[in-house]
Antibody
Framework: QVQLVQSGAEVREPGASVKISCKAFGYTLTDYYLEWVRQAPGQGLEWMGIINPSGGSTSYAQNFQGRLTMTTDTSTNTVHMELSSLRSEDTAVYYC?????????????WGQGALVSVSS | QSVLTQPPSASGAPGQRVTISCSGSSSNIGSNIVNWYQQLPGMAPKVLMYSNDQRPSGVPDRFSGSKSGTSASLAISGLQSEDEADYYCAAWDDSLIGYVFGTGTKVTVL
């Protein structure tokens, strides 16, 4: 069955970078786009961006331009999301989600989430 | 601050009907489809409705969606205790060139 399994929780100091992985099971990674959404503690959902694992093209939300990078490793069926220049406001649970229909952002399968804590 | 506005909370007794509104603008809801997500406590979100009024397989027909102009709504009829969750609308925004989620609505079953 389809599953997205994310890497574990991370703790970083302000100014550092974090890289989270999202490994796909039960389907071919390159058949669907993959999106990233984050949720700060007690807050709502925030869309970060999307990657087409087939070819690697990306689109990032304006809020993250310049410090967000999404990459694909098709040999391991894994997508990576790296966020740099971390600040305390980046403390959140980061989710990857499969995008079912191209252009519609219908996220039908989600990873379990990875908590990133940014603190000095 | 999200560009899609939802009421912070909604509630109803079991069996009642609850409606959640989502107010946007011409650059998002007015020109793009709306999806709805349900987030149970401590869980990842789940798509509840897509393309304004389409239910994914497995979503009960107690849930229905609609869109008119720059607003959308999600209705839950025959409210059940397991419907207690946070609900988010979402749409692409042509001005922001990004996907935006609503502010979220917490549904409580009395």
């Amino acid at each position: 069955q389809v599953q997205l399994v994310q890497s574990g929780a991370e703790v970083r100091e302000p100014g550092a970078s974090v890289k989270i992985s999202c490994k796909a099971f039960g389907y071919t990674l390159t058949d669907y786009y993959l999106e990233w959404v984050r949720q700060a503690p007690g807050q709502g959902l925030e869309w970060m961006g999307i990657i087409n694992p087939s070819g690697g093209s990306t689109s990032y939300a304006q809020n993250f331009q310049g410090r967000l990078t999404m990459t694909t490793d098709t040999s391991t069926n894994t997508v990576h999301m790296e966020l740099s220049s971390l600040r305390s406001e980046d403390t959140a649970v980061y989710y990857c989600a499969r995008s079912l229909i191209s252009g519609w952002h219908v996220m039908d399968y989600w990873g379990q989430g990875a908590l990133v804590s940014v603190s000095s | 601050q999200s560009v899609l506005t939802q009421p912070p909370s909604a509630s109803g007794a079991p069996g009642q009907r609850v409606t959640i509104s989502c107010s946007g603008s011409s650059s998002n809801i007015g020109s793009n489809i709306v999806n709805w997500y349900q987030q149970l406590p401590g869980m990842a979100p789940k798509v509840l409705m897509y393309s304004n009024d389409q239910r994914p397989s497995g979503v009960p027909d107690r849930f229905s969606g609609s869109k008119s102009g720059t607003s959308a709504s999600l209705a839950i009829s025959g409210l059940q205790s397991e419907d207690e969750a946070d609900y988010y609308c979402a749409a692409w925004d042509d001005s922001l060139i990004g996907y935006v989620f609503g502010t979220g609505t917490k549904v409580t079953v009395l």
